[in-house]
């Protein structure tokens, strides 16, 4: 058990070195990344909850939020090589769900919201399961029980309210796709942005532009015929 415990906490900290340039070494991950810190602490606060010391997990996750601006509910599971990068105001709600080498940045939250079944009885799992090798970018909102497909690249401040299919990328309000297919988690993309991937809504958008110029160009040409 120890064993386990101890290889779990290695890939949390092998992870921070990994995904941040700005830390070179474990030490530097111990001793200055607040997002290692609150996983850490997460993992002692689940491992209270799960052994019915709800209580004592929650006022120690609400310890860690003040000294790390960090909050996660203990009650929530997280897999292996979780990496929160910067931190500050990263919210991860009770039935929230991750999988292995996920990363997430400053301002994520990962919400709950109210469903109800046929019968009109509130459904308990509220938060959304995300799957493993998902990169989300800062301020992105994930809210309700959704699913996120493995590889999946969520770029900063888009709104997911649905499901997303695993490689796929994601930006905007609401969350739509862009072009951008990932076939594994091997890339790494910062904040979830990858340079190559095009947001079709946006070309759609200059279309129009290119072609409302066109139109005012052959209105003001008729006008000079005249």
Do not use: C
Not at 53 to 59: D, G, I, M, P, S
Request: charged residues 20%; without cysteine; hydrophobic residues 35%.
């Amino acid at each position: 058990m120890k064993r386990k415990n101890k290889s779990l906490i290695l890939e949390d900290l092998d992870a921070v070195i990994k995904r941040d340039p700005a830390t070179g070494s474990r030490y530097q991950a111990i001793l200055f990344s607040s997002g290692f810190h609150a996983v850490i602490l997460y993992r002692f606060n689940h491992w209270l909850w799960q052994k019915g010391w709800k209580l004592t997990a929650r006022f120690l996750s609400q310890t860690t939020r003040f000294l790390t601006g960090i909050e996660i509910h203990p009650g929530a599971k997280i897999g292996r090589g979780f990496f929160i990068d910067h931190g500050m105001g990263v919210v991860i709600g009770e039935t929230s769900e991750i999988g292995d080498n996920v990363t997430l940045y400053h301002g994520v939250t990962l919400g709950g919201t109210t469903v109800f079944d046929k019968n009109g009885k509130t459904i308990t799992k509220r938060h959304p399961t995300i799957g493993n090798n998902v990169i989300i970018g800062s301020g992105a909102q994930i809210l309700g029980p959704i699913k996120i497909g493995n590889n999946v690249k969520v770029g900063a401040n888009a709104v997911v309210v649905k499901n997303v299919a695993q490689n796929e990328t994601v930006v905007g309000v609401p969350a739509h796709k862009t072009n951008k297919k990932n076939s594994s988690g091997k890339n790494f993309y910062a904040y979830g942005i990858d340079k190559n991937s095009t947001d079709p809504i946006e070309q759609e958008i200059e279309k129009l532009q290119e072609q409302i110029k066109q139109l005012q160009t052959d209105l003001a040409q008729t006008k000079n015929k005249k």
